[in-house]
């Protein structure tokens, strides 16, 4: 599975951006599909997850009602809508792939992952 990340830019504070992952390669009727994010000098985290073949979504609490993950079958892509956006929100974000049936959010558990792409919110 191949997966590329693109939409990252520079956005002010209260905007929006939207980011997508392409995906190539095996179906994704039986993946996870996730956005995590790294700071400089910090862990990568977990941000949402999107189960392919039902919709079925997780998010980390601090992006709950702000971010939006959503699939589309047809163009094989994920992609994360992101609102309101905090200067908080400024760091490199990653798409990942998971080949198994439940929703979890450890960094170690994703098998295939895609470059990052940078979003920088000003304040």
């Known amino acids: 599975v191949q997966l590329q990340a693109s939409g990252g830019g520079l956005v002010q504070a209260g905007g929006s951006l939207r980011l997508s992952c392409a995906t190539s390669?095996?179906?994704?009727?039986?993946?996870?599909m996730g956005w995590f994010r790294q700071a400089p000098g910090k862990e990568r985290e977990f941000v949402a997850a999107?189960?392919?073949?039902?919709?079925?979504?997780v998010y980390t609490e601090s992006v709950k009602g702000r971010f939006t993950i959503s699939r589309d079958n047809a163009e094989n892509t994920l992609y994360l809508q992101m609102d309101t956006l905090k200067p908080e929100d400024t760091v490199v974000y990653y798409c990942a792939a998971r080949t198994a049936y439940y929703i979890v959010t450890t960094v170690w558990q994703y098998d295939y992952w895609g470059q990052g792409t940078l979003v920088t919110v000003s304040s």
């Open positions: 390669g095996r179906t994704r009727r039986n993946y996870i």
């Open positions: 999107i189960r392919w073949s039902d919709g079925r979504t």
